[in-house]
């Protein structure tokens, strides 16, 4: 799916849509927010999901984040470029807009 597809399919969903890139290595410590949608466009991150098993989150792959689910992530050593999706009220608590 190309990028514009995915960006059309989140704001078709009546998502805000952004574009991040994160450094190798950035550790995202366990925590909560409301819910969003995350796209892998390069790179690659491992994501645990509440008190699941690490998982590669890959190049072409989504992951839903429920609203309140317990998550962290750790950068792979390529960095990971990815659409992030959420509400606007979301993005505004994280700072985003």
Known sequence: MDMQAIEDK???????????????GKIYKPHRHGAVH????KGLAKLK??????????AG???IIQDNQLHEAV?????????????AQEA????LT
């Open 49 to 58: 999901l509440d008190n699941g098993d690490w998982q590669n989150v890959e």
């Open 10 to 24: 989140y704001t078709h969903m009546g998502l805000a849509v952004f574009h991040q890139s994160d450094q190798p």
């Open 61 to 63: 792959q989504e992951i």
């Open 75 to 87: 950068v792979g050593p390529d960095g990971w470029d990815y659409i992030f999706a959420t509400t």
């Open 38 to 41: 995350i796209y892998t466009v």
């Open 92 to 95: 505004r608590h994280q700072g």
